[in-house]
């Protein structure tokens, strides 16, 4: 079965750089969301898409931006990186009528030298 | 608000025996409530869900929970552990009234599986 993609998967950056990550949900999938996970840290929920509009917003900070695509495609941009940013961030999409069970993508494993 | 307490951040087991994690959860509204694995350096898989009707649910690779409303709980259980079972165990909450809210999830349980 199709499961939720993500890339890059690995990514290093420089402090004060910029980096996009762009998650690609499950086929008929309506729904994205980004996580964060810190370094033996739980996921923190950042923000949710639902049909191309924000829906939900956790703890992203504003730095950090995202938005969905017509094709249901999701970008998270990050901005004036630091180096607390270095994490695992997750999507994962999800299909209004399914109990909004959420499919977890492998992750983008961010480092901030 | 909700919040999800793991009350167990390692448990050690020997092969073949039976495990339960436990999970507690709070919160003003109905939930859903899942269980998610997380093998090192992966993402999280999920290993089952209660959204509604029987309270005892059924997921992959052996495991089961009960959730208990009445104890706000969702323990998760499987009566014979393996070594691939060794991996971070998340539960996670989730308002069931709609809408793409983000999930809540607990501090995870590191399952950790002895010969």
């Known amino acids: 079965a199709a499961g939720v993609i993500q890339s890059p998967r690995h990514l290093i950056k420089e402090k004060r750089e910029t980096a996009t990550l762009k998650c690609y949900p499950i086929p008929r999938h309506d729904t994205v969301y980004w996580y964060q996970q810190g370094p033996g840290q739980d996921p923190q929920f950042l923000i949710s898409?639902?049909?191309?509009?924000?829906?939900d917003k956790g703890s992203i900070p504003d730095r950090f931006s995202a938005q969905q695509f017509s094709d249901y495609h999701s970008e998270l941009n990050m901005s004036s990186l630091e180096l607390g940013d270095s994490a695992l961030y997750f999507c994962?999409?999800?299909?209004?009528?399914?109990?909004?069970?959420?499919?977890f993508g492998p992750g983008t494993r961010l480092l901030v030298l | 608000a909700q919040s999800v307490t793991q009350l167990d951040s390692q448990v050690p087991v020997f092969e073949e025996a039976p495990v339960e994690l436990r999970c507690n959860y709070s919160?003003?509204?109905?939930?859903?409530l899942f269980w998610y694995v997380q093998y090192p350096n992966q993402g999280l898989q999920l290993l089952l869900k209660y959204l509604s009707g029987s309270t005892l649910v059924k997921g992959i690779n052996g495991f089961e929970a009960e959730f208990n409303k009445s104890q706000t709980s969702f323990h998760l259980r499987k009566p014979s552990v393996h070594i691939s079972d060794t991996a971070e165990y998340f539960c996670?909450?989730?308002?069931?009234?709609?809408?793409?809210?983000?999930?809540?999830f607990g501090k995870g349980t590191h399952l950790i599986i002895q010969p």
């Open positions: 994962a999409s999800s299909y209004r009528g399914d109990g909004e069970t959420q499919y």
């Open positions: 919160s003003s509204v109905s939930v859903y």
């Open positions: 898409f639902y049909e191309k509009m924000q829906s």
């Open positions: 996670a909450v989730g308002y069931s009234g709609g809408g793409a809210d983000g999930l809540t």
